[in-house]
């Protein structure tokens, strides 16, 4: 499972010895950086047990240990806005 731009994870112990604490991460992005077959870079967020953002970091992972609480939200289809109404533009007079 490739992680997403807004995926939350559990990041454990399996994903990399450094997490002996487990943590909870919003993606904000998985970086293009060199690394070993089936490594990652992730860029994110750590998150509190309310879900709120409090510290950012870019953490390097094992991708088979990953385990996805919420995956990020279906991007919304694009509306076609309608065409604008021409701004009337004459001279003021002024004075």
């Known amino acids: 499972m490739l992680p997403r731009s807004g995926d ?3 990041v454990t112990r399996a994903a990399s010895v450094q997490f002996l604490r487990p943590i909870t991460f919003r993606v904000i992005r998985v970086l293009d950086w060199p690394t070993y077959d089936g490594w990652l870079w992730l ?3 750590e998150l509190n047990a309310a879900g709120d953002a409090v510290s950012r970091r870019s953490i390097f ?9 919420r995956a990020a939200p279906v991007p919304r289809p694009h509306t076609v806005r309608q065409q604008r109404r021409p701004v009337n533009r004459s001279p003021v007079a002024v004075g």
């Open 8 to 10: 939350v994870l559990h």
């Open 43 to 45: 860029d994110g967020y």
């Open 61 to 69: 992972v094992q991708e088979a240990g990953l385990e996805q609480l």
